[in-house]
C-alpha cells in the first residue's frame, strides 16, 4: 500500500511563495513518476507539474510555468512543489500523484489560497 500526504498550503498574499510537500510511504513508493495537481473552485482538476527523472526535465503546466518548480528527495520518499509569484487564480487544493504497478495514488490535498 502507498500513502501520499501533502502539507506546506496556507494563506498567502498575491506575490507571496509557498513550499508544498508531498510525503510518501509503503513498500512500493517510489519518486520515478510524480505529479501536482490543483482544483481551483469551479474548476476542473489541472495537472500544474510533473517529475519523471528517467525521462529527463519536469513538465510544468503553461500556466504557472516560469513561477512554479517541482523537485524530489529520494531520501526524504518526499516530492516538492515551490510556488512563487502566486496569484489569486492559484487557489485551489492541490494534491500529488502517483501512478505505481497501474494503480492510481491521491493524497488528501492541501488548500492553497492566494489573496489580492
Known amino acids: 500500500q502507498v500513502r501520499l500526504v501533502e502539507s506546506g498550503g496556507g494563506l498567502v498574499q498575491a506575490g507571496g511563495s509557498l513550499r508544498l510537500s508531498c510525503v510518501g510511504s509503503?513498500?512500493?513508493?517510489?519518486?520515478?513518476?510524480m505529479r501536482w495537481f490543483r482544483r481551483a473552485p469551479g474548476k476542473q482538476l489541472e495537472q500544474v507539474a510533473r517529475?519523471?527523472?528517467?525521462?529527463?526535465?519536469?513538465f510544468i503546466a503553461d500556466s504557472v510555468k516560469g513561477r512554479f518548480t517541482i523537485s524530489g528527495d529520494n531520501a526524504k520518499n518526499t516530492v516538492y512543489l515551490q510556488m512563487n509569484s502566486l496569484k489569486p487564480e492559484d487557489t485551489g487544493v492541490y494534491y500529488c500523484?502517483?501512478?505505481?504497478?497501474?494503480?492510481?495514488?491521491w493524497g488528501q490535498g492541501t488548500q492553497v489560497t492566494v489573496s489580492s
Open positions: 517529475m519523471v527523472p528517467k525521462y529527463g526535465g519536469p
Open positions: 500523484n502517483t501512478i505505481i504497478d497501474q494503480i492510481d495514488y
Open positions: 509503503g513498500s512500493a513508493f517510489n519518486l520515478n513518476d
